[in-house]
């Protein structure tokens, strides 16, 4: 089996700051990555910021300062933002490195190498006083869709790639690998899209210079997309055959928001066939934010800052909340409301009481140390109790196998409900006043101690310091990942005489202001 797990998120324009939106996709990859990593597999996670071309070098124009100052700011506030949000990438790629320049110069050449590059010209609509050419499509009633101005059909020498090529091809391998292109929906869009027939692709530009430059043609830079997809391949040291290239490549899983899609599906992929590269085994299309009902825009004002919201609601709340709201491939609405809900219903409610009790029955009923015991009780109720353990732990692989990060919490909700059942059933208040039943105290109790370490363990890739603070109080040793998870598959793996410690409420109830 191989044991290896590359994902990617897309790595972000760094002509914007970052917002809900790009915490989501870059949450979702965390958990996945977290996730395999406690399966024992070795896993590469890459994030990353994209920071050539156009608007870029005009924002930083307008500012009066250097793209590469503009970038180095923005970049700043994302890398500040994963550390707040606890992201576990191992490699933040920059569009503008060295190595990242001489991933792209290296795949250029060999597409080149094989015949799929030719000059040509790239026509399209031209707005002069923005300086942006544009698409037929992205016309509004003609005129520039920034400034309203009209436009005149301009030319300029460009390098094209023959993607028209691979469209066969591509057709093919879609529907040879139905795990190529995730959720199904989008796959049959773009089923249909590539079913049209492909048209060479433009990839090179004059009009601006804010990028890498073609090899041997210094007056063209290399169009955004073929240079920012490239990444993916910098990020484990191609074009040298390093280790990680040799175990990572081709990755496992691009997560991307569905706005990118047909880029990741149908222009990726046709390079690296060209190149002669492996193709990703996945590429999966997630949905789309609102916030509050309405698209989030600056001019709107209702962008959603996470690392604000991660200080009034907490990390895990913000990770929790927007993995669990939405089937992962649907849309999303975030409202303060719904979040709010979330928290005290979920975390406040279901997890954080359950902790709590449990600990402050073992503080109050065995001076806070996990018994020791030499079984794990026959009632129903105990085997029940191991079974929805063992339901959870197979609903939870099979969910981020997909990855379905809202079913597998859900399947870890379903147990933590078990759990709460348990100790409701058995009652250890009323088996703590009679001494005969001080072994059955015993049993429940480590039990329940059992349940908590699993949950620990369960929430960690989606929750970490949450997952981190149940196993502190539990007096096991933090970091509840590394291929841990496997400990699930038989009951019982909690040492006894372990001292815990019951601790403050781990999700505070919110009153909405
Ligand atoms: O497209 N809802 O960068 P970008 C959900 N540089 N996800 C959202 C979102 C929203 N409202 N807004 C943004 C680019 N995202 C290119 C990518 S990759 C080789 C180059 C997330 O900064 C989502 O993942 O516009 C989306 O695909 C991505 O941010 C777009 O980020």
Not at 30 to 40: K, N, P, Q, V, W
Not at 301 to 314: F, R, T
Not at 392 to 410: N, W
Not at 458 to 481: C, S, Y
Request: charged content about 25%.
């Amino acid at each position: 089996m191989d044991n290896t797990y590359y994902i990617t998120t897309p790595i972000y324009y760094v002509n914007d700051v970052p917002h809900i939106g790009h915490a989501y996709t870059t949450i979702a990859c965390d958990a996945a990555a977290r996730f395999m990593r406690a399966e024992g597999k070795e896993v590469y996670f890459l994030t990353g910021t994209d920071e050539h071309g156009q608007k870029v070098e005009k924002a930083a124009a307008e500012r009066g300062e250097k793209p590469i100052d503009l970038a180095d700011r923005v970049v700043a506030r994302f890398s500040s933002l994963w550390d707040k949000l606890n992201i576990s990438n191992d490699r933040f790629v920059r569009t503008t490195e060295p190595d990242h320049r001489k991933a792209v110069e290296a795949i250029f050449r060999r597409v080149k190498e094989n015949g799929d590059v030719y000059l040509g010209e790239y026509e399209d609509w031209y707005c002069t006083p923005c300086e942006t050419f544009w698409t037929e499509m992205q016309l509004m009633d003609g005129n520039c869709p920034d400034c309203g101005r009209a436009t005149d059909k301009l030319g300029e020498p460009s390098y094209f790639f023959r993607m028209s090529k691979y469209g066969d091809r591509l057709l093919k391998h879609i529907e040879d690998n139905p795990e190529f292109i995730q959720p199904v929906s989008r796959r049959n869009e773009i089923i249909s899209f590539v079913r049209e027939g492909l048209r060479d692709l433009s990839i090179s530009r004059t009009t601006f210079s804010w990028g890498i430059p073609v090899p041997d043609d210094p007056d063209h830079v290399i169009y955004v997309w073929f240079d920012a997809l490239t990444n993916y391949l910098t990020g484990v040291g191609y074009p040298e055959e390093t280790e990680n290239y040799k175990k990572f490549w081709p990755a496992d899983v691009h997560v991307v928001g569905k706005d990118i899609l047909r880029f990741h599906t149908v222009y990726w992929p046709t390079f690296l066939m060209s190149a002669g590269l492996p193709l990703p085994r996945k590429i999966f299309a997630h949905g789309w934010w609102t916030v509050e009902g309405r698209k989030m825009s600056k001019s709107l004002g209702n962008v959603v800052d996470p690392g604000e919201m991660a200080e009034e609601y907490g990390v895990d709340a913000i990770r929790y909340f927007v993995l669990r709201e939405v089937p992962f491939g649907l849309d999303g609405d975030f409202s303060r409301e719904s979040l709010v809900h979330r928290v005290n219903s979920d975390l406040a409610n279901d997890i954080g009481n359950l902790v709590s009790r449990v600990l402050a029955m073992v503080g109050k009923y065995r001076d806070a140390v996990v018994p020791t015991v030499s079984g794990y009780g026959e009632e129903e109720v105990d085997v029940e109790l191991r079974q929805a353990l063992e339901k959870a732990l197979a609903d939870v692989r099979s969910s981020m196998s997909e990855p379905a990060f809202h079913k597998a919490l859900i399947a870890v909700w379903g147990f933590i409900s078990v759990v709460n059942k348990y100790v409701d059933s058995t009652g250890p208040w009323a088996l703590a006043k009679d001494p005969d039943e001080s072994e059955r105290l015993d049993t429940v109790l480590y039990n329940m101690c059992e349940a908590l370490r699993a949950i620990g363990l369960l929430v960690f890739p989606f929750m970490p310091a949450t997952g981190d603070e149940i196993w502190d109080r539990l007096g096991l040793e933090r970091k509840a990942e590394s291929g841990r998870m496997s400990e699930l598959e038989s009951w019982g793996g909690l040492a006894g005489g372990l001292k815990t410690r019951r601790g403050e409420a781990l999700f505070p109830r919110i009153e909405l202001s």
